[in-house]
């Protein structure tokens, strides 16, 4: 997690830690910056993964969070409680996120086919299961990152991050039934593109069960 604050007192930590947002953003803008670091703690592994999924690099990904971070402890005190702080927090780190796409001119669209085939091509021959299984999960992440970016936020927020349709209307302001379509059409288009790289794990899976049948 990061550190943007020094938290002296570590028994008073475990006891913030158990406080809710609304009362930690309350004593930071009553001046007890320190106490900071508990929302920092909380959120952080989230705010990255989310900016991970969105950009694809991942040390990007820590400095869009950090950013994020640093942009939302400035912005407390216009906070506005009707919203909840992850939420808000998520839309300060999805606005880095495109901007940070914008700067780079980066591509946003569905991996291509012959992605698809590479991948299948690395996968080939007799691997551990355990490479295979991170070869899989490499491929996933491509495929979650070759999604349209309005699809993508949606499909990395309610899929990924467990966020309910509602808060991530809020989030990416835009009605809940929007969302939900969006959802919907994201999950087809990874079925779709997750399919031939799915299909051949279970066949090299297999295929290495059936070996070790053989050579017991």
């Known amino acids: 997690c990061y550190t943007l ?9 475990g006891f913030m830690d158990s406080q809710p947002d609304t009362d930690l953003i309350a004593k930071c803008i009553a001046g007890e910056v320190e106490v900071y670091q508990v929302l920092v703690d909380r959120y952080s592994a989230r705010i990255v993964n989310v900016a991970y999924m969105m950009i694809g690099d991942r040390h990007e990904a820590e400095d869009v969070a950090q950013d994020a971070f640093v942009r939302a402890y400035k912005a407390l005190p216009k906070f506005q409680h009707k919203a909840k702080f992850s939420s808000w927090l998520y839309q300060i780190a999805l ?19 012959e992605k698809l085939q590479a991948l299948e091509k690395r996968m080939e021959g007799s691997v551990s ?77 297999a295929v290495r069960e059936k070996n070790g049948a053989k050579s017991g």
């Open 5 to 13: 604050i020094s938290y002296s007192s570590q028994v008073g930590k």
């Open 95 to 113: 606005n880095l996120c495109k901007d940070f796409l914008k700067s780079k001119a980066r591509s946003i669209k569905k991996m291509d086919d």
């Open 129 to 205: 299961q355990v490479l295979l299984e991170a070869e899989l999960s490499e491929g996933i992440r491509e495929v979650i990152y070759g999604l349209p970016e309005l699809y993508r936020e949606v499909f990395v927020l309610r899929h990924l991050q467990g966020v309910d349709y509602d808060d991530v209307a809020e989030i990416t302001n835009v009605p809940a039934d929007t969302v939900r379509v969006r959802a919907y059409r994201a999950r087809e288009l990874l079925r779709s593109s997750l399919a031939p790289i799915v299909d051949t794990y279970w066949k090299e899976m």
